[in-house]
């Protein structure tokens, strides 16, 4: 998988095209990613003893498809790919600028 944490990313499919946030978990067996504000639901916590029930608002997770890593130079989507650097490590890079991202 291409996307890493703290990547700021843009969702391209799905209810909440055209948002972007930050990529909060990456889970790579299953290629979904959580991003930060978005795909939200309600979990309902019922109650227990003395502590009333309250709802709590969390993000769900997206398929990584539908989402697309922002290059800040442009401020537009972008494909990421790879790169050995001068010192021999592979760094991931900006396909359209040829830039290095930088996490």
Do not use: C
């Not at 709590?56 to 494909?79: F, M």
């Amino acid at each position: 998988m291409k996307l890493q944490k703290n990547d700021m990313v843009k969702v391209t499919a799905g209810k909440d095209k055209g948002k972007s946030g930050k990529i909060l978990r990456v889970y790579p067996k299953e290629n979904k990613v959580i991003v930060e504000g978005v795909n939200m639901y309600v979990k309902h916590i019922k109650k227990q003893g003395q502590k009333s029930g309250e709802r709590v608002i969390k993000e769900r997770s997206l398929p990584s498809s539908n989402v697309a890593i922002l290059n800040p130079d442009t401020n537009k989507i972008d494909r990421v790919g790879y790169m050995v650097d001068d010192t021999g490590n592979k760094v991931r890079i900006y396909k359209k600028t040829k830039k290095v991202v930088m996490v």
